[in-house]
């Protein structure tokens, strides 16, 4: 079993909402930590820069607000995502907002860098660090992340392209702190998939585009809802690092999906508002997105998750390997939950 942290502990469903740049805002963290799971949002999404401290405000107070109301059922901490690539002008001024209001859970993207792990410890915050492969993994544990994100084939944003089994089983051999799993996980299944691997949290982000609460274009959550992995387009173009994006958003920029440039990584930045403006107009999306149907609050969402969950767990528990036969469970049929 991990060693967790407590403040990892505290969440009532193994799952961490990703930060999704541009659209993740105060209203729909604490709608995600209200329902039981760490919500999360870009720093970078708050501009200027100065409407951080507000937003910072809004959640603490939003999620004090609940815990007072609901001792019984009390939110679970939220996350801050940082990107500490050099790039990132405003890291200074965001971390400074961040000890101020003892975020409870720093997520860092885009490099390790030991010195904001110290400044996290120092308010005492956990630090989860987002890699795409084993070497990263060890990088980030060597310059003090506490946790990992491991980021598979198949996630929204930048993804990487390793086997989200291999990345988990390389990782487990030799970590045994917090670990979440991101990659094309959009139903409860596919959180007890992630928990069943190794990890301790499923880490979803596309399928909360298409929510009530997220600050995305109508026409984007519908074709998170309209869309399936057929649609995605895995491309370095438009930040410098691969990354996961929907097909029709590219023919909508006048680009052709399936004949794109490639870029060169020096081109990467995130400070300025000519990057950010890329994120508007081609969508990022992960290939799970095919479990979406609907435009829903992030609750709602979120319950349907726990449900599944539920469900996938009930049908694990009802298969049994054939008497007297030496063949896996996998091979027996499953016996589905009731309803």
Same mark, same amino acid.
């Given at each position: ?141 060597? @310059? ?148 979406? @149907? ?43 939950? @009731?309803?």
């Amino acid at each position: 079993m991990s060693k967790l942290p407590d403040v990892l502990r505290a969440p009532r469903l193994p799952i961490i909402c990703s930060p999704l740049f541009i659209i993740s805002n105060p209203k729909l963290v604490i709608a995600q930590c209200i329902a039981g799971a760490i919500g999360s949002m870009p720093a970078l999404n708050a501009r200027p820069s100065e409407l951080l401290d507000e937003w910072l405000a809004e959640i603490t107070e939003g999620l004090d607000a609940w815990n007072r109301a609901h001792p019984d059922r009390p939110a679970a901490p939220y996350a801050i995502n940082q990107i500490v690539h050099k790039s990132n002008d405003r890291l200074d001024h965001d971390m400074a907002l961040c000890e101020k209001y003892k975020v409870p859970v720093v997520i860092t993207s885009l490099g390790a860098r030991e010195e904001i792990n110290q400044a996290v410890h120092g308010w005492g915050g956990v630090v989860l660090h987002d890699v795409i492969n084993n070497g990263f993994a060890h990088k980030a544990v060597d @310059k003090g992340a506490d946790g990992l994100i491991a980021v598979a084939a198949g996630a929204g944003g930048h993804a990487g392209v390793k086997s989200p089994f291999a990345l988990v089983q390389e990782i487990r051999e030799w970590f045994d702190g917090p670990l979440a799993l991101s990659g094309s996980i959009a139903d409860g299944a596919s959180v007890l998939g992630a928990l069943a691997m190794g990890a301790d949290f499923a880490y979803i982000g596309s399928a909360f585009i298409a929510t009530e609460e997220a600050r995305a274009p109508e026409g984007y959550k519908q074709a998170i809802v309209n869309a399936t992995s057929d649609d995605i387009v895995y491309s370095n173009l438009f930040t410098g690092v691969h990354g996961n994006y929907l097909a029709p958003s590219i023919r909508a920029a006048g680009l052709d999906p399936d004949n794109l440039p490639t870029s060169d990584p020096s081109a990467m930045n995130f400070g300025s508002n000519a990057k950010a403006k890329a994120w508007k107009d081609i969508w990022g999306s992960g290939q799970g997105i095919g479990a979406v @149907k609907a435009v829903v609050p992030a609750g709602e969402l979120i319950g349907r998750l726990e449900r599944e969950m539920e469900a996938a767990s009930a049908r694990l528990h009802g298969i049994r390997p054939a008497a007297g036969h030496a063949s896996t469970a996998a091979n027996q049929p499953v016996v589905q939950a @009731k309803a």
